[in-house]
């Protein structure tokens, strides 16, 4: 079953393959999909005006980052079904895959014009708005699409992110703090969270978070690198 955000199962998928690069079974969803995709291709040259079918070809295009002609479908589909909000929402997502940030703006206004509650709308608007500089157009899109998906991690480290970038640690930490009570062992928050408390000048507890990432994920080689100069960063402050 394909997810309903190509965008998440997009990621999940490209985790897989760069975690087990010689995995028959990666390899094996690669030839599925792109076999998926002949067929599908020939059936939309028989029925060019079946939504379902665009929509279908669309995804399987997403999921191999083919954002171009993904993009090229998902056109084809929101002319054939206008008022479809998740149309609008995953054509922004191949947008913003392409870099063309004004394009992803106005494709997720208009899903959100259509469903103003579809929370991956809010959220990758302000993916694309964090991309243009306009943090504080950011974390109030990342503030919406967190009341909407309130158990959703990549939401609550990117409004963390977002409001570290606009200088207001107080409310990134809380957004921190309030993930790892949900999830007591999700890595990013803790990294995010050393981050926070180094500008701060708190160093026990940066260094107790960093050292807690580095501890759940031992084969991170940045974590440590990051451990390592948080370490140096406190001694050179020590009288």
Known sequence: ????????????????????????????????????????????????????????????????????????????????????????????????????NTKAVDAFRRALALDPGLASAHFHLGEVYGEMGDFAASSQSYEKALALSPRSQRIHISMADTYFKLDRVEESLEVLNRSLAVWPNFVPAYDKLARAYFRQKKFDMALQAIEKAVALAPSDLALQRRRDAGRQAVQEASP
């Open 1 to 100: 079953m394909v997810h309903e955000d190509p965008d998440v199962l997009n990621y999940e998928f490209e985790m897989a393959r760069k975690a087990n690069p010689d995995d028959r079974d990666v390899q094996s969803c690669l030839d599925e999909l792109n076999g998926e995709i002949r067929d599908l291709v020939k059936a939309v040259n028989r029925m060019p005006r079946n939504p379902s079918l665009r929509w279908r070809l669309a995804k399987r295009y997403m999921l191999l980052r083919d954002y171009n002609r993904a993009a090229e479908e998902y056109l084809s589909f929101v002319d054939l079904d206008p008022e479809s909000a998740a149309g609008w929402n995953n054509l922004g997502i191949c947008y913003k895959g392409m870099a063309n």
